[in-house]
């Protein structure tokens, strides 16, 4: 990198891009908990964001008892002792003694507000108050006990984000039954590695869903699955077409209104442990048939209200809003809104479809003012020309949430260009593995262009280097040192736990590594560079993906790309694979401006030993880039449970590629 250049990035980067208002600060949530944390805890210097973030990991019982207490969660049962078994990971447990209910503390508001507001890409539009959510609940909860299911049973959804599939999981929560989901973009053989773990007792889809313009049949891949799949003892088909079913040779099928009929019902909360299961989520599972991840009641209400409550600032006002399936976890996360009261706005179809202004037009419509997206697709719309703030009101827009893949800097500056000006960007990072985050935003903290805004408060999330010392301004490994509330519960189907303790654990014992390649900032901020088992090293130095990426994806006439390493002699030597605008080819000319933009802005340990044009990416069902699918194509090497992948064929444009062998 040039002197010139460095000078400017570090100046860029030392400088806050957005800072909120005094005003802002004062009517915060995270204001207000930072007074309800004083006069409760004694300690009077808790009054910026590093205290309340030190004391919530020194003190870490109270802290996540004040949490409780101030996000006014629904239990019975004595509150302590809060954790038990503290020096155990995996092993810890949180709030022995209580009892309470998921869904319960998501229908605690029953008024004429508005709970969903959904639409669709072709046009469909519904609404339900909170009273009504909660009347749809009790009849779906009243028909799953009709059918036989009880606790610990399990209801799968194979279900676009729409209201039914918000229902039937509250439904399932009532009863004490666990709910697990999946896209209907998922092929057959997807569902059953993931479906067919769990055995659950009900089965929930749709008969179609779209996208782009298109519409897709469900009920002939669920004809398959059926065939695999026999502890289904109920379908239920929700005729989402429009049209008259066709359940024909569908085994146990009902249509959803037959299901719960019109009459109305009364809802009963089962009480359970804080560790019952609730959620069973999946690893992406291109290196083998997913984990199956199951998380508690507990764990995810506690640790998604202190998200959404203190690090996003939702208030009841709120209209919230997450482009999401229903086969990643944020839609989870999302669902989690009902509990404080907000508007949750549901869309299904394409984000891009069918010009990329889809989502700022509803954004506009209903007034959402917490907007959730993928970096990559504020990448697309950025290359597609999509300039809101110049087309669009976006009055009530105050928040924008960014997950998925690293934010690189340059989507920071899109944003305030060309977005919104006065809008908190908060990228956000952490998994399916723990159904939150590890980073993530903060209200009243000053955004930094390319970082994650701070550490979760109660995280004890820790940079480690290759001999395990904590650093800052150095790039390591990911970790957690200490436990919080929605680590797993357990894996399906992993008796002896070693499954669980081989994914977090056994690089570090009694250390969560989370295989995250990050960096801890001067401003305590985070800045992610990719999956660290991804992580390239050329040589013996250590290249996050991510940091290719935000160069090569500069360059116009790049859409995307993916980077992987290719063992070579003794080494590993980089390979880019590029995926290009229509019309053009990757010559020589190209190929330089690339490798410069890479040598000059990154380092020359960066620049690709190869860069190779490519038609088509593989990507995970909830959208994610493959590396590792790639890199094993690549060395010829069999990419297992290619179900996990939306487009598998593109895995075969990989293999026995000419100019990988010299």
Same mark, same amino acid.
Request: with cysteine.
């Given at each position: 990198m040039s002197i010139n250049n460095a000078f400017n990035n570090a100046l860029s980067m030392s400088k806050p891009i957005w800072e909120p208002s005094a005003e802002s600060v004062e009517r915060a949530n995270i204001s207000r908990f930072m007074r309800f944390v004083r006069e409760n805890s004694g300690n009077d210097d808790i009054r910026s964001y590093a205290p309340l973030y030190e004391f919530s990991v020194r003190h870490s019982e109270k802290f996540w008892s004040l949490v409780w207490e101030f996000c006014g969660i629904r239990a019975q049962g004595e509150h302590t002792p809060v954790l038990v078994d503290r020096e155990k990971m995996p092993g810890a447990r949180w709030f022995p003694r209580v009892r309470l209910n998921f869904a319960q503390n998501l229908l605690r508001f029953r008024d004429e507000r508005l709970a969903l507001i959904f639409r669709n890409e072709w046009g469909h539009r519904r609404e339900l108050t909170y009273a009504a959510l909660y009347a749809e609940?009790?009849?779906?909860?009243?028909?799953?006990?009709?059918? *036989?299911? =009880? %606790?610990?049973?399990?209801?799968?959804? !194979?279900?676009?984000?729409? +209201?039914?599939?918000? &229902?039937?999981?509250?439904?399932?929560?009532?009863?004490?039954?666990?709910?697990?989901?999946?896209?209907? *973009?998922? =092929? %057959?053989?997807?569902?059953?590695?993931? !479906?067919?773990?769990?055995? +659950?007792?009900?089965? &929930?889809?749709?008969?179609?869903?779209?996208?782009?313009?298109?519409?897709?049949?469900?009920?002939?891949?669920?004809?398959?699955?059926?065939?695999?799949?026999?502890?289904?003892?109920?379908?239920?088909v929700i005729p989402y077409s429009g049209e008259a079913l066709q359940l024909d040779g569908l085994r146990h099928a009902i249509a959803w209104p037959d299901f719960v009929g019109t009459q109305e019902r009364t809802l009963t909360f089962e009480a359970l442990t804080f560790e019952h299961p609730l959620y069973i989520m999946y690893s992406s599972g291109t290196t083998g048939v997913p984990k199956c991840i199951v998380h508690g009641v507990g764990g995810t209400l506690i640790q998604h209200l202190k998200e959404l409550v203190l690090h996003t600032d939702l208030k009841r006002e709120d209209r919230l809003f997450y482009y999401t399936t229903c086969g990643w976890m944020m839609w989870n996360w999302f669902m989690s809104g009902l509990a404080v009261g907000a508007t949750l706005v549901l869309y299904d179809g394409s984000p891009s479809y069918p010009d990329g202004n889809m989502l700022w037009n509803l954004a506009d419509e209903?007034?959402?003012?917490?907007?959730?997206?993928?970096?990559?697709?504020?990448?697309?719309?950025?290359?597609?020309?999509?300039?809101?703030?110049?087309?669009?009101?976006?009055?009530?827009?105050?928040?924008?949430?960014?997950?998925?893949?690293?934010?690189?800097?340059e989507s920071y500056d899109y944003v305030y260009r060309d977005i919104k000006e006065r809008v908190l960007l908060a990228s956000i990072s952490g998994g399916t593995d723990i159904i939150s985050c590890f980073a993530l935003g903060c209200p009243v903290l000053p955004v930094f262009r390319g970082e994650l805004q701070c550490r979760g408060l109660g995280m004890k999330v820790e940079i480690l280097d290759d001999i395990g010392k904590p650093v800052r301004g150095e790039k390591g490994e990911l970790t957690c040192t200490a436990p919080f509330p929605s680590m797993p519960v357990f894996f399906w189907n992993d008796r002896d736990g070693s499954k669980y303790r081989n994914a977090y654990f056994a690089r570090v014992p009694n250390i969560w590594c989370h295989g995250d390649h990050a960096m801890l900032t001067e401003h305590d901020g985070i800045i992610i560079y990719g999956r660290s088992d991804a992580t390239l090293n050329p040589g013996g130095v250590r290249i996050g993906t991510a940091e290719?990426?935000?160069?090569?994806?500069?360059?116009?006439?790049?859409?995307e790309s993916i980077a992987v390493g290719q063992r070579w002699g003794n080494d590993e030597r980089v390979i880019l694979f590029v995926r290009l605008c229509e019309g053009i080819t990757l010559d020589d000319a190209l190929r330089a401006r690339i490798i410069k933009q890479i040598r000059v802005n990154a380092s020359p340990h960066h620049v690709p030993a190869k860069i190779v044009q490519i038609a088509d990416i593989p990507r995970t069902i909830s959208g994610k880039i493959t590396e590792i699918a790639v890199r094993e194509a690549i060395h010829g090497r069999p990419v297992k449970n290619t179900d996990a992948l939306a487009n598998p064929q593109a895995l075969e444009l990989y293999r026995n590629l000419p100019e990988l062998t010299t």
């Open positions: 609940v009790a009849k779906f909860a009243h028909a799953l006990k009709e059918a *036989g299911v =009880g %606790i610990g049973d399990r209801v799968a959804g !194979f279900l676009p984000n729409m +209201p039914e599939t918000t &229902i039937a999981m509250l439904a399932t929560a009532a009863l004490g039954a666990t709910w697990s989901s999946c896209a209907p *973009g998922f =092929g %057959i053989r997807g569902v059953l590695d993931r !479906f067919g773990q769990i055995a +659950p007792k009900v089965l &929930i889809t749709a008969d179609m869903y779209g996208y782009g313009g298109k519409r897709f049949d469900c009920l002939e891949k669920i004809r398959s699955v059926l065939d695999e799949l026999p502890s289904v003892e109920r379908l239920v209903v007034g959402i003012s917490v907007f959730g997206t993928s970096a990559k697709w504020l990448s697309e719309i950025e290359k597609a020309g999509i300039r809101p703030r110049g087309t669009h009101k976006l009055q009530a827009l105050k928040t924008i949430l960014s997950t998925g893949s690293p934010l690189a800097p290719i990426y935000r160069q090569v994806e500069q360059i116009p006439e790049v859409l």
